[in-house]
């Protein structure tokens, strides 16, 4: 019997968009159990990718159909008692372009292997060959081993991790940090300035490295899909990541700091998450959901550490970096989700609503509540130990001591290690803000103080956010109510998400509803809306405060020598 699995990709009729895949697997039991992944890795949500197979096939070594029984959603069960290898042959829709998604067109075929190959439990630790089916003038770009059509990975765990685009449009630079090879691919229409990118991308992975002391792998790719739509997604790999950004003529304009974050902070990933990972996830079950609480360190920390190093890399001014904090507070702070549902429950139940924001005020971001508790850990380390160690020691030591013993990371360990770094109790921090719902106000200027920054607020310019209480999006002429403060006006007179707000005190709207609210002011009388087909109105009730709020951090003008010393430290 042969002890590999063979996976071919062809792409015969790019306009239908449907890639043609067939693997071959050994098998040795009496019956069989195909699995599709139920998920991918970098999206802690179900997946339900078996919704694009069309077509699905099954023979034995005679090249004899078998019959096979769907058995669930992603799995077909066949009986194989007299076979020594099934060929498994179908057709994948592939039609949506993203970083985790499998896209087919006349001028690529771009695979993320976790979406649409199949494998048994049976032979997922054998190697995985690699037959892709394209033009002789397309290249590949990819992690896998191998050169030009063949590629192979040491067992379908790295397949799955891999992904690939072939195109003719790719173009790729590489640079070197240390022992690691890293390249920097474009796919698409794209004007790359490589003398700007290049030494931007190898300052911020050399601080990463050095702090770090090493790389967890010789070789590293960034596979970056150029769109000429609006664009932005990042999916981390342990060998590589791919993003997708656009539109193509703002990349090295206004989008470029946007390629920067993404780029640095999937990179961080190498090593927080596809090495240093939840146990949960340690191996992965792409069967099922792998449920954890950790989201705070795997995405949270991640997002503070991937801009971080930008600033401590000199890629960004601290200007710049302040920026980018500010977003992540604004979000903070416009969610009341943070008063409902801690960052734990949220991590969790990414499985059950991905990352929508689902039920309003339910729930609250990994990301964003997870950079904000990273920044404030990060800093009540610096103090407590003088500012010799930070987060990045307690990530360093968690990455040298837990893969290395092959298993993954609990809350627990990351608790132990925040207080052997620091030697303070994290007791309060977690049961107030990791487990519990407590306002963060006091902890982030308390963080910020300490480097001599201070954190403001005022009411948002917007009358609608500012003195109504609502958000709108533009709808052509009139404008979509997406959020509403509680408490606020627009709350209070029975405005709800969804309306399309049509006109104020009866003047119809063209594109100009905060002109209508300025000029009106405490003279609203009513306020008319769409909603489920009818023409309504409502007034609303006059509050004497303000409700949403726009919130910046700034530096101290006047700081003392410690803030000083503190701020230089933390950006080293």
């Known amino acids: 019997m042969e002890s590999v699995v ?19 697997i050994p098998v040795s039991k009496d019956i069989t159990l195909v699995h599709l992944p139920s998920w991918r890795p970098g999206r802690y949500e179900l997946g339900n990718f078996a919704k694009n197979i069309n077509q699905f ?13 769907k058995v669930s959603k992603d799995t077909w069960e066949i009986s194989t008692s007299a076979t020594e290898f099934i060929t498994v042959q179908y057709n994948y829709y592939a039609s949506e372009l993203n970083a985790g998604s499998t896209f087919l067109s006349d001028n690529q075929l771009y695979v993320n292997p976790v979406n649409c190959c199949v494998y048994t439990e049976e032979t997922q630790h054998l190697p995985c060959a690699i037959e892709l089916s394209i033009p002789e003038s397309w290249q590949v770009a990819t992690s896998l081993a191998g050169e030009n059509k063949s590629r192979t990975a040491v067992n379908f765990d790295e397949l799955a991790d891999s992904p690939f685009i072939c195109s003719p449009l790719l173009q790729v630079e590489k640079y070197q940090v240390n022992n690691t090879q890293f390249y920097v691919w474009f796919n698409g229409e794209i004007k790359v300035d490589w003398d700007r990118i290049l030494p931007d991308f190898e300052a911020f992975s050399k601080k990463q490295i050095e702090k770090f002391i090493e790389f967890p792998v010789k070789e590293y790719h960034f596979l970056i899909q150029i769109l000429p739509t609006k664009a932005y997604h990042g999916v981390e790999h342990c060998k590589s990541t791919v993003i997708t ?5 703002d990349i090295f304009k206004g989008l470029y700091k946007e390629l920067l974050g993404v780029s640095s902070h999937e990179l961080y990933h190498s090593w927080n998450v596809k090495t240093i990972r939840p146990a949960a996830m340690w191996p992965y079950d792409f069967k099922k959901e792998n449920y954890s609480e950790l989201g705070y360190i795997y995405e949270g920390i991640t997002t503070y550490m991937g801009d971080l190093f930008l600033l401590k890399s000199g890629v960004f001014t601290l200007d710049q970096y302040l920026t980018e904090f500010n977003v992540q507070l604004q979000k903070h702070f416009d969610n009341p989700a943070r008063f409902n549902y801690s960052v734990a429950q949220s991590s969790f139940d990414t499985w059950l609503d991905g990352y929508v924001p689902g039920a309003p005020g339910r729930k609250v971001s990994i990301y964003t509540e997870g950079c ?10 610096r103090e407590a130990t003088s500012n010799k160690y930070g987060l990045d020691e307690v990530m360093k030591r968690l990455y040298f001591e837990f893969p290395m013993q092959g298993k993954g990371i609990s809350e627990s360990d990351y608790k132990t290690k925040l207080e052997n770094v620091s030697g303070i109790s994290f007791d309060s921090f977690f049961s107030d803000f990791i487990h519990g719902t407590n306002p963060y106000e006091s902890i982030l200027t308390e963080s910020l103080e300490y480097l001599g920054l201070e954190l403001t607020h005022k009411p948002a310019s917007l009358y609608s956010e500012g003195r109504l209480g609502m958000k709108l999006l533009p709808l052509g002429k009139s404008f979509y109510l997406t959020a509403m403060y509680p408490g606020g006006p627009a709350e209070l007179g029975g405005l709800r998400i969804g309306d399309e707000i049509i006109a104020i005190n009866g003047f119809v709207l063209n594109n100009d509803i905060e002109s209508w609210f300025a000029y009106f002011d405490e003279d609203i009388k009513e306020i008319t809306f769409v909603r489920e087909g009818k023409i309504r109105s409502v007034q609303l009730p006059e509050v004497q405060r303000f409700f949403y709020v726009t919130y ?5 003008e006047n700081k003392n020598s410690a803030q000083e010393k503190a701020l230089k430290l933390w950006m080293e």
């Open 372 to 381: 904000l508790l990273a920044f404030v850990t990060d800093l009540k380390i």
């Open 57 to 69: 096939r099954i023979y034995n070594d005679q090249k004899k159909a078998l019959s096979f029984q």
């Open 6 to 24: 063979r996976y071919t990709f062809s792409s015969e009729e790019p306009n239908k968009q449907y890639v043609q895949i067939k693997v071959t």
């Open 552 to 556: 910046a951090v700034k530096p101290i």
């Open 245 to 249: 950004l656009g539109p193509t003529h």
